[in-house]
């Protein structure tokens, strides 16, 4: 019998603000399993989805912006479970498929796009643009891929600073802390 190809499962954080029974805020990190898409999934983003993340304050929110609020929407075009969470970055999208008996995320789908919207929800003002575009355009449509595994040399090329010395730019912001910087201090996105 032929050994099974035993392969790492990434995990995802997802961070959930807890308030205390005397008023204090935490934040709690929750980390879930990925489970890499196995088919391709088409949303359609239309004013109300817009609307209803204005409404939930999503500005710098990954799961209160306009595509987490799309995604709860279209539930039926997913061909998994959907279990309430979804965090929406840059470039991918997680969606949860399993969460413990508190309700917090253990498994998660991740899905790549390359739509702007993301950034778009991240600077000030961008989602009454949003709103103004798909009022001038109509609905827009935003594909979810499989996440596509990169080559071996690609991934060791030395365009990237990380390949040589391990240690990412101190001074750029990326992920949480640039959405944190957009949220509460208005910064623009680079």
């Known amino acids: 019998m032929a050994k099974r190809k ?8 997802f961070l959930f603000k807890v308030t205390n029974g005397d008023g204090s805020e935490k934040v709690v990190k929750v980390g879930a399993k990925v489970v890499m898409a196995s088919a391709p999934v088409t949303l359609t983003v239309t004013e109300d989805h817009v609307r209803q993340a ?43 498929t399993k969460v413990n008996k508190f309700g917090l995320p253990v498994e998660c789908v991740a899905y790549e796009h390359d739509s702007n919207i993301a950034r778009m929800n991240d600077t000030k003002g961008g989602l009454r ?14 594909q979810l891929r499989p996440y596509r595994k990169r080559s071996a040399p690609m ?36």
């Not at 035993?6 to 954080?13: D, F, P, S």
């Open 6 to 13: 035993k392969t790492r499962r990434g995990r995802h954080n």
């Open 54 to 96: 204005m409404r939930r304050h999503g500005v710098g929110h990954t799961s209160k912006c306009t595509m987490a609020v799309c995604c709860y929407g279209h539930k039926d075009a997913f061909p998994h479970m959907i279990e309430g969470h979804v965090d929406w970055n840059y470039s991918r999208a997680f969606v949860v």
């Open 129 to 142: 643009k949003l709103l103004a575009k798909i009022q001038e355009q109509g609905p827009l449509t935003v």
């Open 155 to 190: 991934r060791k090329s030395g365009s990237d600073r990380r390949a040589t010395s391990g240690v990412r730019d101190p001074i750029r912001r990326r992920g949480a802390n640039l959405r944190f910087d957009v949220a509460h201090l208005g910064a623009e996105p680079e």
